[in-house]
């Protein structure tokens, strides 16, 4: 899918159907049991954090270079630059639910899970998923909101359902590995967070911790909540790296800097010749 190929998103082309979303809900996505996983058999993939890193150059690469890839969340914010567009797209935390509508009306594969309905209608949005084929849930996890300081957080991943402990970006990397493919490429992990005060709309640069300035910028960020989310990632990536090398998965970080160091890095310049 490229840039020329989107519809704008509006009301138009979203069915507002609560019957409909509400009887998909609790669709669980469609993976192999793990006595039938074959790592590896798709090949490479690139999984796309939206760091102060990621760059629309780069996503074009991905392009270009034909990789399938996985984006989350608030990507769609770097699409009138590039045409890169992931193959998947991946929300476990609250968002705006158009952005989950707009994917689903143009035919994305998108994920999400299923404790977004309460938060959705806590919103009372409009907007609901056309189609549906091509939208499916995570089953609720008990370590979803689960911090690196809780102490009922995760001890080990517990595939093939996937653990909603951390953001999207992990989640992402747990489909690749469920669905076979391998090695894992991660683009624009930064794992860091600058502390960031309120009236932050106010400012253009307002949000120094995504590749768009304008990401988020609805509420503070103050440097003990940062360090929380900070420690929380990292210590989400250090389970997922375990797991993977359990599988026989390969990780590798072709982040350009960040703080992410649980996985091998490689220099994403020469990305052709590692894949």
């Known amino acids: 899918m490229t840039a020329s190929s989107d519809v704008m998103f509006s009301a138009a082309n979203v069915e507002l159907s609560m019957a409909t979303y509400a009887d998909s809900l609790f669709r669980s996505i469609k993976v192999a049991p793990m006595a039938e996983w074959r790592p590896g058999g798709l090949g490479p993939v690139v999984c796309v954090g939206n760091g102060p890193s990621l760059t629309p ?10 990789l399938p890839s996985f984006g989350c969340n608030y990507i769609n914010r770097i699409y009138d630059k590039t045409v890169w567009r992931p193959t998947y797209w991946v929300a476990t935390e609250l968002l705006d639910s158009r952005w989950g509508a707009w994917h689903a009306a143009q035919g994305y594969e998108c994920y999400m899970n299923a404790n977004r309905l309460e938060k959705v209608e806590a919103f009372r949005s409009p907007v609901r998923f056309k189609g549906n084929e091509n939208v499916h849930y995570l089953a609720v996890c008990p ?4 911090r690196w300081d809780s102490p009922d957080k995760p001890k080990r991943l517990h595939l093939p359902d996937v653990c909603l402990y951390g953001s999207s970006g992990h989640a992402s990397i ?5 669905f076979g ?11 860091r967070l600058l ?9 253009p640069r307002a949000d120094p911790n995504h590749f768009d300035a304008g990401y988020d910028t609805e509420y503070d960020l103050t440097a003990g909540l940062a360090e929380r989310w900070v420690r929380t990632w990292h210590d989400m990536h250090n389970l997922i790296a375990k797991e993977a090398e359990d599988l026989g998965v390969k990780i590798l970080n072709a982040t350009r800097g ?9 220099d ?8």
Do not use: K, M, W
């Open 143 to 146: 370590h979803q909101y689960r």
């Open 174 to 178: 747990q489909l690749a590995i469920l």
């Open 57 to 66: 150059e780069d996503l074009t690469e991905v392009q270009l270079l034909n």
């Open 258 to 266: 960040g703080e992410l160091e649980s996985y091998d890095r490689i």
């Open 268 to 275: 994403f310049d020469r990305i052709q010749e590692v894949l």
């Open 195 to 203: 502390p960031r005060p309120r009236p932050v709309h106010e400012d």
């Open 181 to 191: 493919y391998n090695p894992v490429v991660l683009l624009g992990h930064d794992c």
